[in-house]
């Protein structure tokens, strides 16, 4: 059965619904999460899809095509700095990246270590990204080489 012919035994909103009829598996049936990988974390998930899939595209961008095994490499990199940095400790780590593909690398990085994501966007004025930082104090910023100079300015 495909996803558009999948119905809940509950009313679900018809934007979800909407949602919903266009998740399927490849191949091209709706397939549920068992009771086991709903209580998984993020990253547990993604890992698991990594290993069974690694040479399958995770993203594709008008530049760039990034496969399971090499986002999950980029994304245990930063987990490795992360804990390096401040450990394995449940804190809130700041996000201010421009690419994307860092983006969701280092998001999953952070969920690897145990750490909450916090997403700050660099088109954001300056005084905003203050005061969320300043609100959720976080441990660290994590910026790229787009948004350093920004960072910096974002925790002085």
């Given amino acids: 059965m495909n996803g558009s012919n999948f119905r809940c035994s509950w009313h679900l909103p ?3 619904e909407a949602i919903r009829a266009k998740c399927f598996h490849p191949t091209g049936a709706f397939v549920e999460f068992t009771q086991e990988e709903v209580e998984q974390s993020i990253s547990k998930r993604f ?3 990594a290993q069974l ?3 399958n595209i995770a993203i594709k961008t008008d530049n760039r095509i990034v496969r399971y ?3 999950d490499a980029m994304a245990n990199r930063v987990a490795h700095s992360i804990i390096l940095e401040v450990g394995h ?3 809130t780590i700041r996000l201010l990246v421009g690419s994307r593909i860092a983006l969701l690398a280092t998001a999953l990085g952070v969920l690897k270590t145990g750490n909450c994501v916090v997403f700050l966007d660099p088109r954001f004025p300056l005084e905003r990204l203050r005061k969320v930082t300043e609100d959720c104090q976080p441990a660290i910023v994590v910026a ?3 948004t350093i100079l920004l ?3 974002i925790i002085d």
Avoid: N, T, V
Wanted: proline content about 10%; overall charge negative.
């Fill in 47 to 49: 890992e698991k899809i």
């Fill in 53 to 55: 899939y690694p040479d």
């Fill in 151 to 153: 960072a910096g300015q």
């Fill in 144 to 146: 790229d080489r787009q």
């Fill in 89 to 91: 400790f449940s804190r």
């Fill in 69 to 71: 095994s090499e986002l």
């Fill in 14 to 16: 018809p934007e979800q």
